[in-house]
């Protein structure tokens, strides 16, 4: 009988729509009125100073901003359901820029993906460590470092980069045809 795959996800930009967040808090803080489309091909920290980026940074990192993120799509809890049936499913999230993420994000998964098991969350920094099959992320960075098949998921920074040999998946629609 053949082994049950595993699949790593990511969170932010893939499970959870953190970016949506930042960039309201972005405007706030900054008085601003950029959107999603604006960030095509940079990162939020392009657009600001080093001292904007440390302000940035550190109210990202208080207590509570991880707790109460949206869901990525409205499907993605139900085909995450699905996934987790057919393959060994991992929640991997480089928590350790932001270390008070951990406990909300520890928090977020038990409540709205009650259906995995809490042994299946790493909370980790490099995912090269990681030994999963597959690894669904927004980051080339981690993908680059990822011993198995990495698939980049479709967020604003990373839209125009094609000087990668990875699987692009654009939504949860995609990853539920890919892996179903
Ligand atoms: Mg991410």
């Not at 091909?41 to 080093?50: A, E, I, N, V, Y």
């Not at 951990?102 to 460590?129: R, T």
């Not at 990373?158 to 998946?169: K, T």
Request: glycine share 4%; with cysteine.
């Amino acid at each position: 009988m053949n082994q049950i795959k595993t699949l790593a996800f990511d969170m932010d930009e893939v499970i959870t729509d953190t970016l949506s967040k930042t960039i309201t808090l972005y405007n706030q803080l900054f008085q601003k009125n950029i959107t999603k489309q604006d960030l095509v091909g940079k990162r939020l920290s392009d657009t600001l100073t080093k001292e904007q980026a440390e302000l940035l940074h550190r109210e990202v990192d208080k207590e509570g901003f991880f707790r109460d993120l949206a869901i990525k799509e409205k499907d993605t809890k139900a085909i995450l359901e699905e996934l987790n049936k057919k393959y060994k499913v991992f929640i991997c999230t480089a928590a350790m820029e932001v270390p008070n993420s951990l406990k909300d994000k520890y928090l977020w998964l038990k409540e709205e993906l009650p259906f995995l098991n809490d042994q299946n969350y790493v909370f980790c920094g490099d995912k090269s460590i990681l030994a999963t099959d597959y690894l669904v992320d927004d980051s080339l960075y981690q993908l680059e470092g990822f011993k198995g098949q990495g698939i980049l998921f479709t967020a604003p920074h990373n839209q125009l980069r094609e000087d990668h040999s990875f699987v692009r998946l654009n939504n949860w629609n995609e990853v539920a045809e890919y892996f179903l």
